[in-house]
């Protein structure tokens, strides 16, 4: 079973920075990407980045150069560090991990989400 928990979310000024930790419990899951997404009220859930197995990084454009997604040992624990936040920024991030349970159960899951708002 795939259990994935969110971490470090909360209030930041514009222009601050914040670190979002999400830790991983795989249990054998063989994966193809882990990351992170977001949903502001009112949009739909968007990648803001994810690495790839092979160590590919990808990131959506608003964020590239602010944010950076980066992992521990194995998969265990990934990380969102994200510099020069704005207000667009505000939004539930939650941690993503895409791959397969067993040869051929490709299986998606996700972590509860924690809070980032970027505000004054």
């Known amino acids: 079973q795939v259990q994935l928990v969110e971490s470090g979310g909360g209030l930041v000024q514009p222009g601050g920075s914040l670190r979002l930790s999400c830790a991983a419990s795989l249990n054998g899951f063989w994966v193809i990407s882990m990351g992170w997404y977001r949903q502001a009220p009112g949009n739909q859930r968007e990648l803001v980045a994810r690495i790839f197995q092979e160590g590919d990084l990808d990131y959506a454009p608003s964020v590239r150069g602010r944010f950076t997604v980066s992992r521990g040992d194995g998969w265990n624990t990934i990380y969102l560090q994200m510099n020069n936040v704005k207000a667009d920024d505000t939004a539930i991030y939650y941690c993503?991990?895409?791959?397969?349970?067993?040869?051929?159960?490709?299986?998606?899951?996700w972590g509860q989400g924690t809070q980032v708002t970027v505000a004054s």
């Open positions: 993503n991990v895409d791959g397969y349970q067993g040869a051929v159960h490709r299986q998606e899951h």
